[in-house]
């Protein structure tokens, strides 16, 4: 049933200065605090990195409902789903202005554009431009031509079904990187890389960052930076070379759109997953915690899915003999495990026998996959990372309902969030990442591999750590946030800046780009037809007239000053990056 009512609602508190967002975002101290996670922390994170998007502040200030109550620091206790609930100040938000399921996503789409948003945005409410810029890493050039010829329920039929996607640019780029296709065996028995050749690690981290600029499995590719980040592994991280890629390539993208019971039994036998979370280290006479407790904390229920300090224990306990062989893959040592009797959230087993200590893990593992604890985490990190970071609740309960009934299977839950009213509704209630908000940059100006592409690729990944979020590179095992207030600070913004016209120039050497003259196929004749063009190449939409008139002024013109050739007179270099300065490219 679809219902475009919505209740008067009072918004929540706007984020009261651009200083208090500054000194909200401290992701990391909840983490460094915590002695039992010393060892992950000591690999480090630079709290003063973290990427900004001061671009966006203004809109927070108008009360949007990303806004932060920003007293409210990360760690403030069981009230909160997570940290990132944390930022935001609650849980689950309220009503966006419409709320209910459609029979298609065109149809959901259709019934949300008659609604009126309790939160409006600078962004026009065009569905395509929105699907593109949830649903992908930022329209590429032709996208919207694409989405619009096929039409969006035959466009997110062809991305959930990543298969039947050619992907050609994508794999031949994936070629630079041998090491992606190796097994744990084949790189435990390798010798070193030679000088110049990126270890495994770093290959993964650039090949990652290919995937989300280049494969046309655009949908696929957030969902593998979803789960990655849900059940985040550092990368790099020391001890983990012959093993951090066969993860990604075995646990992440292989059930990225499968079950999550098979991803999270797939992550518990794994030894990157086991050596990061120190589980190899952990056995019946000292038994590690750090495993048993992330399993609940961030993998499956959530802070607060109602353990107990002796589900923790018991949770390891459960855990003990999961470890790594001599050739670096997966053991069971049933020497390791603890016996005696287990429970953990109505979990219940007599743990008798070492030898099926094993099993009884995988029973387990299973049954927090299926806890409607896990289902509602779940739901409500999947609402965040494509609706608005304090999501409505009756959207969560929908698609936890839905991952239950289909099994803990994915693909279901995301085609309900397609035909729910509130993801098209809610436009512009989302902001870039840093690294979201370099690739979209990349992609929209239509940035393409070249001649040195894997050295460019090192460098661009180097640019986006100076931001403070690189592929996979989160160190404490909570994943990177997802939400706009935790990546406030002016340093992030200046990153993010520089960024842009690194990118318009050509600067990272070895990729093709195209000249900034060269956006437009057919520059208009005078200076405001222009400006709108290219706003509309960048940005997919006009620009509003207050932005408009400032980006004139900045021009020294008006609408009918004749444009000083493709260039506008040297000055397209400059006008470009702004457009992608602005908070029109930050939002998503």
Sequence with gaps: MVDVTRPKITPPPALRSAAAAVDAAGPVADWILRNRRRVLVSVGVGTAALGGLGSTLALFAQGDPLAAVADNR??????????????????????????????????AAAAAAVATPLYPSPLPRDPEQHLLRRATFGPAPGAAGELHAMGIDAWLDHQLDPGSLADPVCDAVLALYPSLGMSITALHAAAPPPDGTPGPMDALAQATLARQLWSRRQLFEVMVDFWANHLNITNPLEGLAESRGPYDRDVVRRYALGRFADMLLASARHPAMLRYLNNDQSDRRSVNENYGREILELHSVGINGGYTEADVRNS???????????????????????????????????????????????????????????????????????????????????????????????????RVLFRSLEFWIATGLKTRRPLENVVASARVLGVGPGSDTRGALAQLYDRISLVGQAPLAWGPPNGYPDVAVAWSSAQGMLGLWNSHRDLVSGGYRGLVYPKPEALLAAPPATTGPYLDALALRLLGHPLRPGDRAALLTFLGANDATPTKGPTLGGKIGSLAPLLLDSVHHALR
């Design 316 to 414: 390891a306990y459960i855990m003990t003999g999961r470890t790594i062989g001599d050739d670096g893959t997966f053991s069971y040592q049933a020497r390791k495990h603890k016996t005696g009797a287990v429970a953990v959230m109505g979990f219940h087993d007599p743990n008798s026998s070492a030898g099926a200590g094993l099993a009884l893990g995988d029973a387990y593992v299973n049954y927090l996959a299926t806890h409607p604890a896990t289902a509602n985490h779940l739901a409500h990190k999947l609402a965040v990372r494509f609706v608005c970071d304090s999501p409505p609740q009756s959207l969560v309960d929908r698609l936890a309902k839905t991952y239950l009934d289909a099994g803990t299977a994915i693909l279901p839950v995301l």
């Design 74 to 107: 990360p760690g403030a206790g069981p009230a909160f789903l997570d940290r990132d609930a944390s930022y935001v100040g609650q849980v689950n938000g309220d009503d966006l202005g419409a709320h209910g399921v459609a029979d298609t996503p065109a149809k």
